[in-house]
């Protein structure tokens, strides 16, 4: 009995380790996937890339107080799926609001966080505002 014991006991002990295993290496290959974003922090060069790659630029105004810009940080951007499509169709930019008060005026940004989409000519043809989900932010670009 108690080498019956002893061996149920092995087993439950091997299945555990093989499920802690797997589970490591999904979460792992899930977050390897997550595109490394890389955001300019001044509109002029961006809008100069956007027109040598014919992209368009994506504009994430925020402010270091607003909670739900932080969400969008924490969230929305690094999703593997929305890094990607804004890696490969945008150039990025991020403009504190507190920082650089004259271009939220210029763009009418009213409420944290607000997204602009700029053609590659600096015309704006998308507003998001507010917090979105991954999903959410999937169906906007």
């Given at each position: 009995m108690k080498k019956l014991l002893l061996i149920l006991g092995?087993?439950?002990?091997?299945?555990?380790?093989?499920?802690a295993v797997s589970s490591s290496q999904n979460n792992n290959d899930s977050q390897s996937q997550t595109v490394n974003l890389k955001w300019y922090t001044d509109i002029n060069?961006?809008?100069q890339e956007a027109q040598k790659t014919n992209k368009q630029v994506f504009i994430d105004f925020y402010a270091d107080w607003c909670p739900y810009?932080?969400?969008?940080?924490?969230?929305?951007?690094?999703?593997?799926?929305?890094s990607?499509?804004?890696?490969?169709?945008?150039?990025?930019?991020?403009i504190n609001t507190d920082q650089n008060p004259a271009?939220?005026?210029?763009?009418?940004v009213y409420g944290l966080p607000t997204m602009v989409i700029l053609n590659s000519n600096?015309?704006?043809?998308k507003r998001i505002t507010g917090y979105v989900t991954p999903e959410q932010m999937l169906n906007q670009l």
């Open positions: 092995i087993v439950i002990a091997a299945v555990l380790v093989i499920y060069p961006a809008l810009c932080k969400e969008l940080d924490k969230n929305t951007f690094p999703d593997p799926k929305v990607a499509i804004l890696a490969q169709k945008y150039v990025l930019v991020k271009l939220a005026s210029q763009y009418q600096g015309q704006e043809i």
